[in-house]
């Protein structure tokens, strides 16, 4: 990569790396993890960053990144047994403002990767189905139907949220 | 809970305080990102190298321990017959594309019973290297391999040809020397040097429509009884008449000074001047072997019955396939008594003037063998046999051997072997077009099979 094609590179991971540390937090509910993703989503990002520096958004492009290796991650055989967090309670009991944070975090946790990465890209990043459509690389039909899956779940895991705080 | 409610949930969800970013992220992110890129990189390199190295491999690895120039033996060092001859093998590769050195055996193999499966082929003498002669691919006959086993000549067997092809195998080229008369040309004999070709030439012209519908060896008969013999320096291209008018046989002398040649049913001595010197009076009924039959020592001639057949201007002179199929001997200096006796099918060659080398089905293994037969009558032994197994026609019948042509000067001495893992050389260019083809096709398949089952992974990870 040329000198002021890297530096470009720098500026903007520089600039953007809270916000993908936030939405990888997000995704996997975990800092230590959100790092690593955050790391290897602007490493993918450096050898592709002359043709996306190119593009109109390079941050749908690095979000996109991201969610793809949240994704990957959480097919691999290791993903798949090691949970870096305990088992949450099926029924989250109401509490204090940490507890709740608590509770919709291990909510989230127990949805399948795909569901929660449809809540935490349409509800926490606020995008739409078409941009989230195009963020997990599948077609709108499926973010409405995986949408609709996860609030099902959710409203099974949190019903003392329903008609109450939200 | 719907849309808004879900939404409104997460807005409101109290934040966590943020850590710091670990210590090094932004800073080793480059460093990292470029080690990244070489580690790819060099993946990329190795994995082109080792699919490079596995596809050479593919079409190499039949060749076995081929040398790309055959290794010379050192002089006097004998010959070897492998104790099983090997199968037949559409990847066997050809004589021009990687010469095979010094041959042992020319023959033919295969079976036409239902499909044809032939291939022509050379056995090496000092190894077990086999290589199609692809110069005659089709065909068996007529063909010699040089005493030497260096060289081997081609004709044609059912039209007139101008010269004749020399296939060095050596160097695996072809190269043609021309006859002073166009014709029906049948390669008889070559002097122990491979350089002196002794050969039959006839005029096809009354015969042209017949010899091109026949579908055997018609020069090869029709010259028996109108074939002049020839001598044909094979280096300068320089012919010898010799008015030996007709000729079915001939072999030199192990001094090359010489030959014996069958004309009729009647034995001569030719000089390489082309001059009858005398007729060895063999027994009656009796002629000289087709190919090899001056002993090595120079005493002895090897005998088969001889008889002919037709009338008049259209009599040929043949061997006597059906008199008890003994070969006989007799002594050059007292020819008119029968001497040795080798109960053999086929005379293929001396081993000594005790033991002649043939060729017959061996019935208690089912297959072909060669064997060494004494001449004292006494029980063959087998040196070699043909592969036993049902290669040919798609693995419906066994393969067997055609018209084996030997190397005559190498089986003084002769020594078997155990046979070894067969040297065929790299893949015939056609199957090598379509293992490069094969691998093209397997690997498209793998590319798109992975990039189906990465999409299908990560539909199944978003639903």
Not at chain 2, 267 to 285: A, K
Not at chain 2, 324 to 346: N, Q
């Amino acid at each position: 990569m040329r000198a002021d094609d890297e530096h470009a590179f720098t500026e903007f991971a520089q600039a953007r790396v809270l916000e993908l540390r936030r939405t990888a937090y997000r995704l996997c509910g975990n800092w230590d993890e959100a790092h690593d993703l955050t790391q290897s989503a602007l490493i993918r990002l450096y050898r592709h960053w002359t043709r996306v520096a190119q593009a109109d958004s390079p941050d749908a492009y690095v979000r996109r990144m991201l969610v793809n290796i949240f994704l990957d991650q959480r097919q691999t055989w290791w993903a798949r047994r090691v949970r870096p967090f305990p088992q949450p309670p099926d029924v989250p009991a109401p509490a204090a403002d940490v507890a709740d944070r608590l509770d919709l975090m291990a909510a989230l946790a127990r949805l399948a990767p795909g569901q929660r990465a449809v809540i935490v890209l349409r509800y926490w990043e606020g995008m739409d189905v078409a941009e989230t459509a195009r963020t997990l690389g599948c077609s709108p039909g499926t973010v409405k139907s995986q949408t609709s899956y996860a609030i099902t779940a959710l409203r099974r895991l949190l019903p003392n949220y329903v008609g109450d705080r939200a | 809970m719907n849309d808004q409610q879900i939404a409104a949930l997460l807005a409101a969800a109290p934040q966590e305080p943020e850590p710091p970013l670990p210590p090094g992220l932004l800073e080793g992110l480059v460093p990292a990102a470029r080690r990244d890129v070489r580690r790819r990189r060099a993946t990329a390199a190795l994995c082109a190298v080792v699919a490079l190295l596995l596809g050479a491999g593919a079409l190499l690895i039949p060749a076995g321990n081929r040398d790309a120039v055959p290794a010379r033996p050192s002089p006097g060092k004998a010959a070897g017959l492998p104790d099983l001859i090997a199968g037949y093998s559409p990847l066997t590769g050809s004589v021009s594309a990687a010469p095979p050195g010094r041959a042992l055996l020319l023959y033919g193999y295969g079976n036409s019973e239902m499909l044809r499966t032939y291939q022509t082929l050379v056995l090496g003498a000092d190894a077990d290297v086999y290589r199609q002669l692809d110069a005659v691919p089709e065909r068996t006959k007529p063909w010699l391999l040089s005493p030497d086993g260096r060289t081997i000549v081609l004709s044609e067997p059912d039209r007139e040809v101008a010269e004749v092809r020399v296939v060095d195998l050596e160097t695996g080229q072809t190269r043609q020397v021309p006859v002073p008369r166009p014709g029906g040309v049948v390669p008889l004999a070559l002097s122990p040097d491979g350089n002196i070709l002794a050969y039959s030439v006839v005029d096809l012209g009354p015969v042209a429509e017949e010899a091109a519908r026949d579908a055997g060896d018609y020069v090869e008969w029709y010259a028996t009884g109108h074939g002049e013999l020839m001598l044909l320096d094979l280096r300068t291209g320089q012919a010898t008449g010799t008015g030996v008018v007709p000729v079915s046989a001939a072999a030199f002398a192990p001094d090359g000074q010489r030959l014996v040649v069958q004309s009729e049913l009647r034995t001569w001595l030719i000089g390489l001047d082309g001059q009858r010197q005398r007729e060895v009076m063999v027994p009656q009924g009796y002629g000289i072997t087709v190919h090899n039959a001056w002993s090595p020592s120079g005493l002895l001639l090897a005998v088969v019955p001889w008889r002919s057949e037709g009338i008049d201007s259209g009599r040929v002179y043949m061997f006597d396939s059906g008199t008890s199929g003994a070969v006989r001997t007799v002594s050059i200096a007292e020819p008119s008594a029968l001497r040795g006796t080798a109960d053999t099918e086929t005379f293929l060659g001396w081993l000594s003037d005790t033991e002649v080398l043939g060729h017959a089905w061996d019935y208690g293994s089912d297959t072909g063998a060669l064997s060494a037969v004494p001449l004292d009558g006494s029980p063959a032994r087998v040196l070699s046999r043909f592969d036993d197994s049902y290669r040919c026609e798609f693995g419906m019948q066994r393969c067997v051997p055609y018209e084996i042509s030997v190397a005559a000067g190498l089986l003084a001495g002769l020594g078997t072997r155990t046979a070894e893992s067969a040297d065929r050389g790299p893949w015939p260019v056609g199957f090598q077009i379509a293992a490069l083809a094969t691998v093209a096709v397997l690997a498209a398949v793998v590319w798109l099979v992975r990039r189906r089952v990465r999409r299908r992974r990560a539909g199944e990870a978003i639903s």
